[in-house]
């Protein structure tokens, strides 16, 4: 064990709050400039819908995964806006997200660079944006409830990047962050308990988490009548 919170965190554990990204395969109607055929005669960068026999453009983009910053409330906001009219989640007030905010990861799409010309000395040029803004298209909260106890809230992802691992990923970042800070339980209350089964939760009894149901659930609109399902990690 380490001696010190410090010793801790540069010994490893702080490396949870650092960003981490991957690649991800999108649909796009902007045409690509340089294709490359493969046998088949078919761009490598296109695939065919078979639902509509539709060929459609595919490009790979990279979704970084950070702590959440003040610049994403309102793009927060807006996500969980969406899903909230949606009825697939609870709403939630600017205001709550202000007071939350550490609690939260994001999924942002990083804005594409591309090089510049090499200088006289042979040396590149710095990066060159290409003028678009980082766009946040999910999100998922890490709450401390109780001793050992920690909640997953707000995992939300913009419907067209879902089934992409990117609500897989913001779990995990959730589960990393607890473990950091010695939580061995973590629950979430969902209308999608088989996503989280994948990540290795089990549904349980909402009558095992009497701590959430007397502090934030007594609040709750739905309260009693609850129609999300209970689902716990145990790390």
């Known amino acids: ?19 981490t ?55 927060l906001y807006k996500l969980f806006l969406e899903y909230s009219n949606a009825g697939e989640m609870l709403p939630r007030s600017m ?44 999100a998922c909260a890490l709450a401390i409830v109780w001793e050992n106890l920690a909640e997953i809230r707000s995992l939300a992802v913009k419907k067209p990047y879902t089934r992409k691992l990117i609500g897989t990923e913001l779990i995990k970042k959730c589960v990393e962050e607890a473990k950091f800070f010695k939580i061995n339980n973590i629950f979430a209350l969902t209308y999608k308990p088989q996503f989280f089964q994948k990540s290795g939760f089990n549904v349980i009894d909402k009558s095992e988490l009497p701590h959430k149901i007397w502090s934030d659930c007594i609040n709750c609109v739905k309260f009693p009548d609850c129609d999300e399902t209970a689902v716990m990690l145990k790390i």
Request: hydrophobic share 25%; aromatic share 6%.
């Open 95 to 138: 205001s709550d997200i202000y007071t939350h905010l550490r609690d939260f990861y994001i999924a942002e799409i990083e804005c594409e660079t591309e090089k510049g010309n090499e200088n006289l000395n042979g040396i590149d040029s710095k990066k060159v944006s290409s003028g678009c803004e980082p766009e946040v298209i999910g």
């Open 1 to 19: 064990m380490y001696k010190t919170g410090r010793q801790r965190y540069e010994k490893g554990g702080g490396a949870i709050f650092y960003p």
């Open 21 to 75: 990204e991957i690649e991800i395969e999108v649909e796009t109607e902007e045409e690509e400039s340089l294709s490359v055929k493969s046998k088949n005669g078919r761009v490598k960068n296109q695939k065919i819908d078979k639902e509509t026999d539709t060929v459609k453009n595919v490009k790979t983009v990279k979704i970084v995964f950070r702590k959440a910053l003040m610049c994403d409330v309102k793009s």
